[in-house]
């Protein structure tokens, strides 16, 4: 076993880093300290402590070193964090799809961190806040039997399932996410896709595929009048649900670029701050309260 020097060491890294960086450091010790461990000298502290900052350096992953607020949203599930289905696709249109009263029913699952259960429902509470009570939230009960939304743990990144199905749906949560990028979440569970999957999007935006990560191309995908309506509301470069100008850029450049003259002033594509008034209007709209 190793000296008791480097045992304390790995405990205080542990308590600072996330989990992806825990397996980096570990390794870093089993290949540089484990096997042949030397005697706590100077030059061996310094040894270890350079292979913490090392694992404290690796990337989680190459779309959340970016400093974007939506960066954890960016996976390989559909449109990035939006966590398929079966049979889900008929989108924000259909009323069957929409939770009952506007209440969304959920269930904490014990898996998940106490950091993301925190600010889940603070997410929740700003949620309701900000629509003035037309969306709410509830814990389920034993007679909602899977009609609810399992908000669990996830390693890395945040995502959920579009809609109300009648059945079980998720929303998977990793420490990370922010109360601004859970409130995304949640509203992809009210039923609402991404902006920038807008019917009418190619008249205010331009995708660049050129510099989108190849396998990613698919998370730019426009969905049809009959699948999403946009309820008489204009497209908004400032809502909650816009991607980043550089979301799963393969080479720094934007992959969504604003037509000229089309983002109004002051505003931050890609934000995840607070909703749009546009946001509160879309599920006012849809929930008609």
């Given at each position: 076993p190793p000296p008791s020097l480097y045992?304390?060491?790995?405990?205080?890294?542990?308590?600072?880093?996330?989990?992806?960086?825990?397996?980096?450091?570990?390794?870093?010790?089993?290949?540089?300290?484990?096997?042949?461990?030397?005697?706590?000298?100077?030059?061996?502290?310094?040894?270890?402590?350079?292979?913490?900052?090392?694992?404290?350096?690796?990337?989680?992953?190459?779309?959340?070193?970016?400093?974007?607020?939506?960066?954890?949203?960016?996976?390989?599930?559909?449109e990035g964090d939006i966590e398929p289905l079966e049979g889900a696709f008929s989108g924000l249109l259909s009323t069957s799809n929409r939770w009952p009263g506007g209440v969304v029913v959920y269930k904490i699952d014990s898996s998940l961190s106490s950091t993301a259960k925190s600010r889940s429902l603070t997410a929740m509470q700003r949620i309701t806040e900000e629509t003035k009570g037309c969306i709410r939230f509830r814990q389920a009960t034993s007679s909602d039997g899977s009609r609810f939304v399992r908000i669990r743990d996830r390693d890395s990144?945040?995502?959920?399932?579009?809609?109300?199905?009648?059945?079980?749906?998720?929303?998977?949560l990793s420490p990370r996410c922010s109360v601004g990028t859970i409130m995304h979440e949640f509203q992809h569970t009210l039923g609402v896709y991404h902006q920038q999957s807008r019917p009418d999007r190619d008249s205010y935006v331009k995708i660049a595929l050129e510099n989108v990560k190849s396998g990613h191309?698919?998370?730019?995908?426009?969905?049809?009048?009959?699948?999403?309506?946009?309820?008489?509301?204009?497209?908004?470069?400032?809502?909650?649900?816009?991607?980043?100008?550089?979301?799963?850029?393969k080479n720094g450049q934007k992959t969504i670029v604003p037509l000229p003259?089309?983002?109004?002033?002051?505003?931050?594509?890609?934000?995840?701050?607070?909703?749009?008034?546009?946001d509160v209007a879309l599920l006012k709209a849809m929930y008609k309260c």
């Open positions: 045992k304390y060491g790995l405990k205080v890294a542990l308590l600072t880093i996330d989990r992806k960086r825990k397996r980096a450091l570990k390794y870093f010790l089993k290949q540089n300290i484990y096997k042949n461990p030397p005697r706590p000298t100077m030059k061996a502290i310094v040894l270890m402590l350079v292979g913490i900052a090392v694992a404290a350096a690796a990337p989680v992953d190459n779309a959340a070193d970016r400093d974007d607020p939506s960066s954890l949203e960016y996976g390989n599930l559909i990144g945040c995502s959920a399932t579009v809609g109300y199905w009648g059945r079980e749906t998720r929303v998977s191309e698919h998370n730019f995908s426009k969905r049809s009048s009959s699948q999403v309506g946009t309820f008489g509301l204009r497209y908004d470069f400032g809502s909650q649900m816009h991607y980043s100008e550089y979301a799963f850029s003259g089309k983002v109004p002033s002051g505003v931050k594509i890609g934000q995840r701050d607070r909703m749009s008034t546009n």
